[in-house]
């Protein structure tokens, strides 16, 4: 892995070279991962003229999750207890005579911009702007081996669970459950907090689970995530409880799996984003259901579990291959619950068979 961080660092430098800059302070921790292979808390990764430093408050490797540093990168340990690695970055450029220093100002504070300033005031500081989040937008063989084994877990914790008695059992400690499976098979930890949603919660994006028990009869939606080395994927399922669904709980299921299906078939090279969108929001546009609807129909995963591209009504650009992304669309209907179906699938070209799907569980509306 070591040449594939040096080849990413090479890339964001040739972009600072291109912009007028000798040298970046990449701060934003998905980014610092993405070219440093590591991210401890508050670590920052300079990319110098000479050499490319990342520094840390404490010791890479302390915390489960956070990844190890590449070996060809030199680690810098900040003896002060406090103190801060990017006003420490800064201070490094300035020795090494660095003229213009390329900073992410989308994610620093105005505070740390202006300490960044002050310890180096003849440094100019430029804006290195969402450079490194363009890079990572289409995801090489290991990113997406990465994704596919996070989905495989998320799958594996999810059929487990529809496996065990879930009548009489909270929302809470459903998603409890749920998220020790993941850790248990594998996963770093949950991509995002567990969301379980019964009865007349069902349906709800984002819902926090609560305590209110499972009933005969509720459709109960569950969207999860696992984490793999530091790479994200989710899945969204929807289930009715311990009898046969209503009439009305399959007219709404069949509907919003028909949106879910056009949403995925939309998903290829050179599409715009809001097209997939569109594809998806038309269908349950068109049965009446148009402000029931989430404000996107999916998003980009990688080494965060929401980022580019958006697939929103007014999202620009278009899909390129080998881009993650999730396809969500969901219904909820107040007092009765509702509907979401998520998947996590990988833009790909007709010739190499459509969008690749990483999330497997099945689709089909269960009784359980």
């Not at 949950?190 to 028990?213: E, I, L």
């Not at 879910?260 to 594809?279: F, S, T, W």
């Amino acid at each position: 892995m070591s040449e594939v961080y040096a080849v990413r660092r090479e890339r964001v430098r040739e972009r600072c070279a291109a912009g007028g800059g000798a040298a970046a302070l990449v701060s934003r921790p998905a980014n610092v991962r993405y070219l440093a292979g590591a991210a401890p808390r508050g670590a920052v990764l300079l990319l110098g003229t000479a050499e490319d430093v990342l520094l840390c408050g404490r010791p890479p490797g302390a915390q489960q999750g956070e990844g190890r540093p590449d070996e060809a990168l030199k680690v810098q340990v900040l003896p002060a207890p406090g103190a801060d690695p990017a006003v420490a970055g800064a201070d490094l450029a300035a020795a090494a005579g660095v003229g213009a220093l390329a900073v992410e100002e989308h994610h620093l504070t105005v505070a740390r911009h202006r300490a960044l300033g002050s310890v180096a005031p003849r440094l100019r500081l430029t804006d290195l702007g969402t450079a490194v989040e363009q890079l990572r937008l289409v995801k090489d063989a290991d990113e997406l081996s990465c994704l596919r084994i996070a989905a495989e877990i998320a799958d594996q914790a999810l059929g487990e669970l529809l496996e065990s008695i879930l009548v009489g059992r909270t929302e809470r400690h459903l998603a409890l459950e749920l998220e020790r499976r993941l850790v248990d098979h594998g996963a770093d930890g949950p991509a995002f907090p567990t969301s379980v949603a019964t009865g007349p919660n069902s349906g709800k994006g984002g819902h926090r689970p609560s305590d209110r028990r499972v009933e005969e009869g509720d459709f109960l939606s569950v969207c999860l995530g696992a984490t793999y080395r530091g790479y994200c994927c989710e899945i969204g399922r929807t289930f009715v409880i311990g009898t046969s669904p209503a009439d009305w709980q399959i007219e709404l299921y069949d509907l919003v799996f028909a949106a879910q299906r056009a949403g995925r078939e939309a998903l290829v090279p050179g599409a715009a984003c809001r097209d997939v969108d569109r594809a998806a929001r038309h269908v349950l546009d068109s049965a009446g259901y148009a402000e029931a609807l989430a404000p996107l129909t999916g998003h980009g995963v990688g080494l965060e579990i929401d980022e580019d591209p958006q697939l929103a009504p007014a999202a620009m650009g278009k899909l390129d291959a080998c881009v993650p992304v999730t396809v969500e669309p969901g219904v909820h209907l107040p007092g009765r619950g509702g509907v979401r179906i998520d998947d996590t699938l990988v833009v790909r070209p007709e010739a190499d068979g459509g969008p690749e799907l990483l999330t497997i569980t099945t689709k089909e509306l269960l009784a359980l």
